[in-house]
C-alpha cells in the first residue's frame, strides 16, 4: 500500500480498528455465548429459542427404507425420494425441483398448498407409474419461524423470505398439506416438520459418526446439535429420560440482541436501526450474508461524505446509495481479484456502480472486503466454539451449508483460524473441523422421517402428535 496517500491510509486504519476482533474479544464474546445458550434452554428462556424439535435419536448409518422429502425454499420446491440403503451412512436420490410462482407467495393458503400436492403428485406419478404404492412418510422442511410442539406440527409464527400468504400464520401447516394430499388420493403421511439446520446435523451425522454441529451459515446464520434432555429445564415437564438426545434448533443469529459483547460499528448500528425489525438477530446481522454488501456500501458511502479525505471525488455515487444493492456476491469478487492493479474490482465498480476508482482506491476498497469478510467468518465460530464448550466437545466434526460458507472466499480458514484462537489448541492441531454438510433438507429431512417412525414402532410415541399411521 505504498501508493495509497496519507488520508487514505489513515482511513484504512480506522477501519482496521473497527472491524479487527482480537483473540480476547472473541474468548468474552463465546463465553457470553454459552450462558445465553443455557438460558435458551431454561423455562423462562432468552434471545436464543433454543427450540426442541423432536429428533431424539443419533442416526446410526444403518438406517434403510424408501422417504420422500419436501423442501420449501424462498423461490424453489424441491420433492426428493430418498432410498437409505444396506451400506451404512449410504444413500441414493432422485429428485426433482419446481418454481414457485411469485403470484402464489402473496396469495391464499388454498392454492399454496394445492400447488404443493400438484408437485408431489406429478413426482409421484412421474417415477411411480402404474405401482400400487401402500404408504410413504415424508419429512418437511419448512424453513421458517414456527412453534413445535411435536415432531410432526408447525405452528407457522411469521412469514418470511417475502412470502405473505393469508390464513397460514398461527396456524399448524401439517393438516393442511395433508388435506391437500389426501384430496388427491395420495399415499403420504407426513411424518416430521424440520428445519433445514436441524436436517443438516442428521443427514451429516448419518455419513459421519463424528459430526456433533450442525450450521448454516448462508443469507441468515443458525445451528443446531444434540442436547441431554436432562440439560434441558424446560422439557422437566415431560419427565423424559435424562440421557435421552434431542436435537435442537438453536436459531442463534438472535445472540445478544442486548449488544453486550458484540462489539458493534456505526455501520453495524445503521443496519439495526433501519432493518425491518430493530433490536432482533444481533449476531446475524455482522455474519450474514445478507448484511456483508450493506456493511461495505454503508462505510464507503461515510468515507466520501464525511472523512476528511479523498473518496472517489467528483464521481456520482447515486447507485452506491441504494439500500441492499450489494450483495456477499460483490464482496467476494473484490477479495478474489488476482490481479496486483485490482483491474477486475475496478472493472466490477465500473460496471455495477458507475463509479471510476483508481488505484489508492481500489486499494480501500479490497481491504474494507478483507476486513468485513474476516470479521463474520471469525464471529461465525464464536457461536460453533460455545456449542463445544457448553458440551465439553475436545475434538468432532461440524457440518456446514449455505452459501457463505461454500462460495465467500478464505471463510472456512478464517473461521478455523478463530477456533484455534478461542479454544486454545496446541500448534498444527485442528481438533474441531469444520467440514461441508450433506443434503440437510433433502436427505436429512427424509433420515428425520426414518428416524421418527422407528422410535414409534419401538415404543417411544413422546413428541408425535398424529400415530394415524405411524403405529
Not at 1 to 27: N, Y
Not at 216 to 243: H, Q, V
Not at 348 to 366: M, Q, S, T, V, W
Request: proline share 4%; aromatic share 8%.
Amino acid at each position: 500500500m505504498a501508493d495509497v496517500p496519507k488520508d487514505l491510509l489513515e482511513e484504512i486504519k480506522e477501519l482496521e480498528r473497527l472491524f479487527t476482533i482480537d483473540q480476547a474479544t472473541l474468548k468474552k464474546i463465546t463465553d457470553h455465548f454459552v450462558k445465553e445458550l443455557e438460558k435458551g434452554l431454561n423455562v423462562e428462556g432468552g434471545n436464543i429459542p433454543m427450540n426442541p424439535t423432536w429428533v431424539m435419536a443419533y442416526p446410526t448409518g444403518d438406517e434403510q427404507g424408501t422417504f420422500l422429502a419436501l423442501d420449501m425454499g424462498g423461490t424453489n420446491l424441491r420433492v426428493c425420494e430418498v432410498i437409505l440403503t444396506e451400506e451404512k451412512g449410504e444413500f441414493d436420490i432422485i429428485q426433482s425441483k419446481y418454481r414457485l410462482p411469485e403470484e402464489l407467495k402473496t396469495g391464499t393458503s388454498e392454492e399454496l398448498w394445492e400447488y404443493i400436492a400438484d408437485c408431489i403428485q406429478q413426482f409421484i406419478e412421474y417415477h411411480h407409474e402404474g405401482e400400487n404404492i401402500e404408504q410413504f412418510h415424508l419429512g418437511f422442511t419448512f424453513s421458517y419461524p414456527a412453534t413445535q410442539d411435536y415432531v410432526d406440527h408447525g405452528i407457522l409464527q411469521r412469514w418470511t423470505k417475502g412470502f405473505d400468504i393469508s390464513g397460514v400464520e398461527g396456524n399448524d401447516v401439517v393438516p393442511m398439506l395433508e388435506s391437500a394430499l389426501a384430496d388427491r388420493g395420495l399415499p403420504i403421511k407426513i411424518t416430521a416438520l424440520i428445519n433445514d439446520t436441524t436436517g443438516t446435523l442428521v443427514a451429516s451425522a448419518y455419513t459421519d459418526t463424528e459430526m456433533k454441529i450442525g450450521c448454516i451459515f448462508g443469507t441468515g446464520c443458525n445451528a443446531a446439535y444434540y442436547e441431554d434432555c436432562g440439560s434441558i429445564p424446560k422439557l422437566a415437564k415431560y419427565n423424559l429420560p435424562a440421557d435421552t438426545p434431542m436435537a435442537i434448533n438453536c436459531e442463534y443469529g438472535a445472540f445478544d440482541n442486548e449488544h453486550i459483547v458484540l462489539p458493534l460499528t456505526p455501520y453495524d448500528q445503521i443496519i439495526d436501526k433501519e432493518s425491518p425489525r430493530p433490536g432482533q438477530q444481533a449476531y446475524e446481522k455482522m455474519i450474514a450474508g445478507l448484511y456483508l454488501g450493506e456493511l461495505w456500501r454503508l462505510a464507503i458511502i461515510d468515507l466520501h461524505e464525511n472523512k476528511p479525505c479523498k473518496m472517489f471525488e467528483n464521481e456520482d455515487l447515486s447507485k452506491l446509495k441504494k439500500p441492499y444493492s450489494l450483495d456477499s456476491s460483490f464482496l467476494s469478487q473484490i477479495e478474489e481479484d488476482p490481479f496486483e492493479n485490482l483491474s477486475e474490482s475496478a472493472d466490477l465498480l465500473e460496471r455495477k456502480l458507475g463509479i471510476k476508482a483508481n488505484k489508492p482506491e481500489l486499494e480501500l476498497c479490497r481491504r474494507l472486503a478483507e476486513l468485513i469478510g474476516t470479521r463474520a467468518a471469525r464471529l461465525s465460530s464464536c457461536g460453533v466454539a460455545a456449542i463445544c464448550k457448553k458440551k465439553g466437545y475436545k475434538s468432532c466434526h461440524v457440518g456446514a451449508d449455505g452459501s457463505v460458507f461454500n462460495k465467500y472466499p478464505h471463510f472456512k480458514q478464517r473461521g478455523a483460524q478463530a477456533l484455534r484462537e478461542i479454544l486454545d489448541w496446541p500448534k498444527g492441531k485442528d481438533l474441531v473441523d469444520i467440514r461441508a454438510a450433506e443434503d440437510g433438507s433433502g436427505v436429512g429431512a427424509a433420515l428425520i422421517a426414518a428416524l421418527t417412525l422407528k422410535r414409534a414402532k419401538e415404543g417411544n410415541t413422546i413428541g408425535i402428535k398424529n400415530l394415524k399411521g405411524i403405529v
